[in-house]
């Protein structure tokens, strides 16, 4: 893929990360465009093989793919360019807007959250109609779906997640074979396959070893990080799939409050760059220290570092791994699982802690149809639906 020098790639990335709207799909257009059309850093194909690794691996796949093109690029640092010229616009942006929020009161601020809330409902609901369309095309995955979905429901918290998406790969190995997807180009990093292996062990080991860490230490911080960490490490599908792992995580606990998270994750909607960077709006407003700017910078660190060390660990065995048929069907079935979980956290959270009237449902279907039908910028949704939910609030105070 070439090479060139740290500032380049940041000036680049950083450019991206400035106008880079409409969730990963579009972020995957805008780099195909900057770097396999304009820029020719590697070609069509590799481009392709590159997407399929960062879809196939737990993580914000755009970011990911932003990440490996940095690290082909310019090594370790380049990586690490290509990530904070991505990521850190929408990370400052969201911080200032946790900020603000967090020291607001009285009725205009309630609605205001509110509307943030009703933009969180369509955003949702436009993932999922997508995501049913795109990865439960037959019966078989719209079944694991469905069970993954009752999952949830009848296990609650972490553990079912986790059990469920297990089960989404069992059920995709079981059921969801197909002839292999051949691939016939290579993906070449500066990554011996000893580096790699390294990145997968910590990769384990802090996914494993930070909760014994924090409780035996008594580390608040700690505790957080490790939330933000697995949020990140057990995410298959990337951007709103985050939403059921994150409350998990954070609301459950008592660490930041239902209200708050949601506003969060309708404030996400109106920045470029990766959706993942709501962590730095929940980092911000928890209830207490470590929050404000240390706790938007812990938790951005823990909800992207893992996502990062898989694809180091894995870029170079993947060629060898890919084309696997056992590999492919058991992402089939965790694809599958993911859609039952996003259903699930579509109704609960966020409908039955949002919905109270028929103008609520009217402003959450208007911005669903806004959204799907009409293709109308997530920017434009949040911003015309909050400022309805306003005026909705004053006009029947």
Request: glycine share 12%.
């Amino acid at each position: 893929m070439g090479s060139g020098n740290i500032f380049e790639i940041f000036k680049v990335f950083l450019r991206l990360g400035l106008t880079s709207f409409g969730g990963p799909i579009a972020h995957l257009g805008y780099f195909r465009r900057e770097f396999v059309v304009r820029r020719h850093w590697l070609d069509e194909e590799t481009f392709a093989d590159l997407v399929a690794l960062c879809q196939f691996l737990p993580g914000p796949a755009s970011s990911q793919v932003g990440f490996a093109l940095g690290l082909s690029r310019g090594g370790w640092f380049g990586g690490l360019a290509a990530w904070c010229g991505f990521t850190l616009p929408s990370a400052l942006a969201l911080f200032v807007v946790a900020s603000l929020t967090t020291s607001l009161n009285g009725a205009a601020a309630t609605a205001a959250i509110h509307g943030l809330k009703l933009v969180a409902i369509a955003v949702v609901a436009q993932a999922v109609w997508g995501m049913i369309r795109t990865l439960t095309p037959d019966f078989r995955r719209a079944v694991i779906a469905v069970m993954a979905g009752l999952g949830v429901v009848l296990v609650a918290g972490a553990l079912g997640q986790i059990a469920v998406i297990g089960f989404g790969a069992l059920a995709g190995t079981a059921l969801c074979r197909d002839p292999a997807i051949a691939r016939n180009g290579f993906l070449k990093f500066p990554l011996l396959p000893q580096m790699g292996a390294a990145c997968l062990a910590a990769f384990a080991g802090l996914l494993l070893a930070t909760p014994l860490l924090a409780s035996a230490l008594d580390s608040h911080a700690l505790a957080v990080f490790g939330a933000f960490y697995r949020s990140g490490a057990l995410v298959f599908g990337g951007g709103h799939v985050v939403l059921p792992l994150l409350r998990d995580a954070v609301v459950n606990p008592g660490w930041i409050s239902a209200n708050t998270f949601l506003a969060g994750y309708g404030a996400a909607q109106a920045v470029p760059g990766p959706l993942f960077t709501v962590a730095a709006y929940l980092g911000t407003a928890l209830h207490g220290p470590p929050n404000g700017l240390a706790g938007a910078a812990l938790a951005l660190a823990g909800i992207f570092l893992p996502g990062m060390l898989i694809l180091a660990g894995a870029l170079p065995f993947w060629d060898g791994f890919r084309t696997r048929p056992d590999a492919q069907a058991a992402m089939r079935g965790v694809n599958a699982a993911m859609v039952g979980i996003l259903a699930m956290a579509l109704y609960d959270p966020l409908w039955t802690s949002t919905i109270t009237s028929w103008r609520d449902i009217a402003l959450a279907g208007g911005g669903f149809l806004l959204l799907t039908m009409l293709k109308v910028p997530s920017v434009f949704v949040v911003i015309g639906i909050t400022a309805a939910a306003m005026l909705l609030s004053l006009a029947f105070a």
